[in-house]
């Protein structure tokens, strides 16, 4: 099982319209969690860090259920430059260790 | 936000040569970088873990001796792709963290190898 999975992709929405990717992640101790947004040959970015209370951001909210180890993002009110590969990020209790989760393609169409 | 400052952003190699990879962190002082390798259509894949003044930790499946790393100071570490392979040829992009759980890493801008 690998240490981070995501959604498969791609996913392909109308502007508008609300998405949600998940994510579950297999080491328990984990301590921080991340979502990252990286565009087509570019570096990742950081979107936001997940909370256990949640957190909003805009059109962006990320939960984490830690009883579930499952990480989500909705993202409401699709724009086209929402478009772009989402990363599900996991740091493991020293915060030494960084895990990247295969990552979910995101297209909103016109 | 930090800066992480990757070069060179492109490199072109003959079969055989070497080719090294510098990160910098400009605005802080990163006590651990790490070194990604992605293929096209694919998530980054962690190399190895690097701390400053000691040897790196690789990943299962990395060859050290092959992808060699060095942490000399706190906002250096290189990487070096040694006698490189066609198959070498990737995106590379590293990360620094000034260390903790919570804190976010921050990247370079990543390093395009192609080895023809």
């Known amino acids: 099982r690998k240490e981070v999975e995501q959604d498969p992709g791609p996913f392909n929405v109308p502007e508008g319209a609300t998405v949600a990717f998940n994510c579950t992640y297999s080491?328990?101790?984990?301590?921080?969690f991340f979502w990252y947004r990286q565009d087509c040959r570019k570096e990742p970015k950081l979107l936001m860090s997940?909370?256990?209370s949640g957190n909003e951001d805009g059109r962006f909210t990320a939960q984490l259920n830690r009883a579930s180890q499952y990480i989500s993002l909705l993202i409401r009110d699709s724009k086209l430059s929402d478009s772009a590969t989402y990363l599900c990020?996991?740091?493991?209790?020293?915060?030494?260790?960084?895990?990247f989760g295969a990552g979910t393609r995101l297209f909103v169409k016109a | 936000g930090a800066v992480v400052s990757q070069h060179p952003s492109w490199v072109i190699c003959k079969s055989g040569t070497s080719v090294k990879i510098e990160c910098r962190s400009l605005d802080f002082q990163a006590t651990t970088m790490f070194w990604y390798r992605q293929f096209p259509k694919q998530s980054l894949m962690l190399m190895a873990t690097?701390?400053?003044?000691?040897?790196?930790?690789?990943e299962q499946g990395v060859e050290k001796d092959k992808f060699l790393i060095n942490h000399a100071s706190l906002t250096l570490s290189t990487l070096t792709v040694t006698s490189a392979h066609p198959e070498d040829s990737s995106f590379y992009i590293c990360?620094?963290?000034?260390?903790?759980?919570?804190?976010?890493?921050?990247f370079g801008q990543g390093t395009r190898l192609t080895v023809v």
């Open positions: 690097s701390n400053e003044g000691s040897k790196a930790t690789y």
């Open positions: 990360s620094a963290a000034a260390g903790g759980a919570s804190t976010e890493a921050f």
């Open positions: 080491n328990s101790a984990s301590q921080s």
């Open positions: 997940v909370y256990s």
């Open positions: 990020v996991v740091k493991d209790t020293g915060g030494f260790k960084t895990i």
